[in-house]
T-cell receptor, first 118, second 116 residues
């Protein structure tokens, strides 16, 4: 079945450092890919997404490119801030095309906790 | 808009007790879902609904019931709580499928449930 593998956390960086959080996936067909962020005490929020190969999703200085050849969707940011401290989840969706569910099924990675220190 | 709201925020139950986790959204979304979040396992889909009166099972439905009598509300019922149901529960809603290009899935703040 579909699966998402994220780099283990926690990750601790200094402010203004470069961030990469790795995400690779296994899926049949052509999934859509997502990054969600969970700030302390809150629910998940969509950070960015890409729905086809070579698409680049971007938001709030974060970027991720859908790489079909390496089945990856790594999250990057050039200069992190303390306010970026959160848990980041990579996820994929089969679009409801091949799953057993009438709805679209999101498959999530285990999450990566990021802490930025001033 | 309040977005997606969940109550309670925290709950402790004894094995065998029943309870209902409440979820409501005020965005007129058709799609609503319940997930559980467990350490080292990401989020897993419990049940979902594609509109009022329509529900179906997700990945881990055993021990849970849902109903969708209105567009706004999607309660999750634990029939007889077990320690294996200790988890953080998230409700989510969206206008259409998450992968649709202009659509976004919104999550509630979660309910942390402990079953003793």
């Amino acid at each position: 079945g579909d699966s998402v593998t994220q780099m283990e956390g926690p990750v601790t960086l200094s402010e203004e450092a470069f961030l990469t959080i790795n995400c690779t996936y296994t899926a049949t067909g052509y999934p859509s890919l997502f990054w969600y962020v969970q700030y302390p005490g809150e629910g998940l929020q969509l950070l960015l997404k890409a729905t086809k190969a070579d698409d680049k999703g971007s938001n709030k200085g974060f970027e991720a490119t859908y790489r079909k050849e390496t089945t990856s969707f790594h999250l990057e940011k050039g200069s992190v801030q303390v306010s970026d401290s959160a848990v980041y989840f990579c996820a994929l969706s089969d679009g409801g095309r091949i799953s057993n569910f009438g709805n679209e099924k999101l498959t999530f990675g285990t999450g990566t906790r990021l802490t930025i220190i001033p | 808009n309040a977005g997606v709201t969940q109550t309670p925020k925290f709950q402790v139950l004894k094995t065998g007790q029943s309870m209902t986790l409440q979820c409501a959204q005020d965005m007129n979304h058709e799609y609503m879902s319940w997930y559980r979040q467990d350490p080292g396992m990401g989020l897993r889909l419990i049940h979902y609904s594609v509109g009022a009166g329509i529900t179906d099972q997700g990945e881990v439905p055993n021990g849970y019931n849902v109903s969708r009598s209105t567009t706004e509300d999607f309660p999750l019922r634990l029939l007889s709580a077990a320690p294996s149901q200790t988890s953080v529960y998230f409700c989510a809603s969206s206008y259409s499928k998450p992968s649709d290009s202009d659509n976004e899935q919104f999550f509630g703040p979660g309910t942390r449930l402990t079953v003793l």
